[in-house]
């Protein structure tokens, strides 16, 4: 039943399915009861995550692993009005070069360097559902493969903004001190790789903490971590721990804090913890309190815990495509969405600020995205205007206030890197806020 | 991490502590970021179930193993009116004998034979949530412990009388044959225990399968069917099966069909896979769209599933204690609820019209249970006009449409016998049911 976890295409460029063939229900997955044999998903053998299998599995991981809500509460659902746009499907643009690349994933990319319409860019995506809204109204929206409106996706490291969004908004009360030790809240981090990293720099995936995020390295912590968190099933020798409690406590040091940009899952699960010993609230509670229960959402989110009830912060989230794009048009309207200030001004506007760019272009990311730099779990172009939020197989979001343009979209690709899909999901963006700015 | 099943304190009456002594929030646990590592729960060690950390394993179950919704769709909430009762508390009834009991199980119940308040019962049935509605208005309404009215509490086998009203409803719409046997449909079960079994004794328990759920048995099949979904955590040398359709097609006869009422959660199974195999729907799809999305719900339930997504019909369900009222309110009105024909009279008629009374004075629980019968799921007393659902360690549903009374009880018992609880629970809701009607 075990298996070892399987390394994405990104590795194996080759042996991927294209869209069309990977399609869900093409393939048949989980039809029938009981579904055949071979078109079963399963989380022991690691089906619900890995590809082709993903493209069933990312939109039914809550059937596979425990989860808490993050309730809507009881008002009515906010109105998205819509005025859909047909000639979106026909916007053009050209695949970006994606210059932080291994040779094997710039191969991989079929189309690199060419001219793709949006409509197209929906099968290079492996795109399973996405509205874009512009001026506040669905000017698009479409569900593929096994994705209806009320399916909630996992989110894979979009999740890692809402803690990052929630640590800022308690920054901004006064409850947190950003510049101060994690181990003064968190004295379990002292003797940790944690223990001399400010609450700043743990936002800002800048700690010198040793973990690896490499996903073409089968020895790279992060798949460790997927069985700390139960997201995929323990390996026969796995020796614990158990529960992101301990595992963090376990981290060691490898470098300085504060020197360069390093994307790590484990900075953002102390940040979760950060929000629970502070507010005394699980992280669903208070995502609950403080934003989901305010955007009169269609649906509960879910949050998937491990087995001491630890939210998984670095990925655990799953939602509606709508709710998630009134999450993100709530950040383009300066925090305030559905007759209320859900986020005070001052908190949206030191995300849109960004994070230091040096420290930005220090990192793995860097060389891919000039002009872009991160904070608290946000990506923030200054320039632009824009931030973002993405997760591993291409989930992402997309806000450009000036532009009046939100983009909620989640995907089911054989290629876990952003890297790889920024390639095809940035210009694409850029050709749809063109095209819908200059049609005014 | 592994433990052997506990058998809770039937077996050992000695061994539990009073509510009061068990109160959740009294206990401690879950408490802090981490918990103590004395005062966590955990799925792993059993102690989301078994006694005294039930107290708040079963309100937050949905923590602890992979579900799906069954989702309440997007309509507003239904009113349910409030008209308060403040004198039901000192209500009093005589806690009666219940005759079928083991020597040790009458011991254990302490106040067995004397006088207790309606107030005092919620203590002696170690309530949770409790709700009471007169003429479709609220009248009473308690939360305890660590419930709050949005608390999804697990209902244990209360789950059963939703497959079974299901089931009523295809073969009222001519779906599906109650005559035919069951592997007409489910030809996976032809050389099984259930091959010759027909639909009817499969939702009534009649059938001769054999399957023990002897609680105070650590060897009862129970407790190896408890780790085949999963509710359980798989011993040291569990051989499978590893889900509900192998395990059902694995089962054998011990004796006749249609002889005697024998509870058997293995039967729920089998209706719950024939839902799905005549809709082509999941049970929680089938679920929402005949029942939960129309009774105004106020969240969406949970259905636990099992590594094959199988939901576990035997006991699988966790809800608001107000929607499940809901519910029990439209089995009152005749089916009717939210200004809406829910479920068609004839079926609600039909399982107010019971089952074979003689049948089910053969079973284990005749004795104890004058008057009543089974059909589809339901306890029914057809003299009365009595519908109850029951779950293990007290949950509980009572419907008396002559007396306009519905009650949605939880609770975390250490006594997992609905038999013993029974004995505190008959009596106190006729009192109840006795003075709201003299009242008008």
Same mark, same amino acid.
């Given at each position: 039943m075990m298996v070892q976890p399987r390394v994405a295409a990104h590795a194996q460029p080759a042996a991927h399915l294209s869209a069309a063939d990977s399609d869900p229900v093409k393939m048949g997955w989980m039809v029938g009861f009981p579904p055949p044999p071979d078109k079963r998903i399963r989380w022991a053998d690691g089906s619900h995550f890995n590809p082709p299998s993903n493209r069933w599995g990312l939109s039914h991981f809550h059937q596979f692993l425990p989860h808490v809500s993050i309730r809507r509460g009881d008002g009515p659902v906010s109105e998205l009005p819509r005025a859909e746009r047909k000639d979106i499907d026909a916007v053009t643009f050209k695949i970006a070069s994606p210059v932080d690349l291994s040779e094997a994933a710039k191969e991989a990319i079929a189309l690199f360097g060419t001219t793709i319409s949006w409509a197209q860019s929906l099968?290079?995506?492996?795109?399973?559902?996405?509205?874009?809204?512009?001026?506040?109204?669905?000017?698009?929206?479409?569900? =593929?493969?096994?994705?209806?409106?009320?399916?909630?996706?996992?989110?894979?490291?979009?999740?890692? *903004?809402?803690?990052?969004?929630?640590?800022? %908004?308690? %920054?901004? !009360?006064?409850?947190?001190?950003?510049k101060a030790p994690v181990s003064r809240y968190l004295p379990e981090l002292k003797n940790s790789g944690f223990g001399d990293a400010t609450v700043r720099q743990v936002l800002d995936h800048v700690t010198g903490v040793k973990y690896s995020?490499?996903?073409?390295?089968?020895?790279?912590?992060? @798949?460790?971590?997927?069985?700390?968190?139960?997201?995929?099933?323990?390996?026969?020798?796995?020796?614990?721990?158990?529960?992101?409690?301990?595992?963090?406590?376990?981290?060691?040091?490898?470098?300085?804090?504060? /020197?360069?940009?390093?994307? /790590?899952?484990v900075n953002t699960d102390v940040a979760g913890w950060l929000l629970k010993r502070i507010t005394g609230q699980t992280c669903a509670e208070l995502a609950s !309190? =403080?934003? @989901? &229960?305010?955007?009169?959402? !269609?649906?509960?989110?879910?949050w998937v815990v491990d087995s001491a009830g630890f939210e998984i912060c670095g990925a655990g989230i799953g939602t509606t495509v709508r709710d998630l794009a009134r999450w993100g048009e709530t950040m383009r309207l300066g925090g305030r969405f559905n007759g209320q200030q859900i986020v005070s001004k001052a908190v949206v506007e030191k995300i849109f600020a960004g994070g230091d760019p040096d420290i930005f272009a220090k990192g793995h990311y860097g060389p891919g995205l000039p002009g872009w730099s991160y904070r608290s779990y946000f990506w923030v172009h200054p320039a632009e205007g824009v931030i973002m939020w993405k997760g591993l197989f291409g989930q992402g979001m997309y806000v450009?206030?000036?532009? !009046?343009?939100?983009?909620?979209?989640?995907?089911?690709? @054989?290629?876990? *890197?952003? &890297?790889?899909?920024?390639?095809?999901?940035?210009?694409?963006?850029?050709?749809?806020?063109?095209?819908?700015?200059?049609? /005014?």
């Open positions: 099968d290079a995506n492996y795109t399973d559902s996405i509205v874009v809204l512009h001026r506040g109204r669905i000017v698009y929206e479409r569900y =593929r493969g096994v994705t209806r409106p009320e399916t909630q996706h996992f989110l894979m490291s979009v999740t890692k *903004s809402l803690p990052g969004l929630l640590a800022e %908004i308690l %920054i901004d !009360e006064g409850s947190m001190d950003e995020d490499a996903f073409d390295d089968p020895n790279a912590d992060i @798949w460790h971590y997927a069985q700390v968190i139960g997201v995929l099933p323990r390996q026969p020798g796995f020796a614990g721990p158990d529960n992101l409690y301990d595992y963090l406590a376990s981290l060691k040091k490898e470098g300085e804090h504060g /020197k360069a940009f390093g994307y /790590k899952d !309190e =403080r934003l @989901w &229960s305010k955007l009169g959402a !269609e649906r509960d989110a879910y450009n206030p000036r532009a !009046e343009v939100v983009i909620a979209r989640n995907c089911s690709h @054989w290629n876990p *890197s952003n &890297s790889a899909l920024d390639a095809t999901s940035l210009p694409a963006y850029a050709a749809v806020v063109d095209h819908l700015t200059k049609a /005014k």
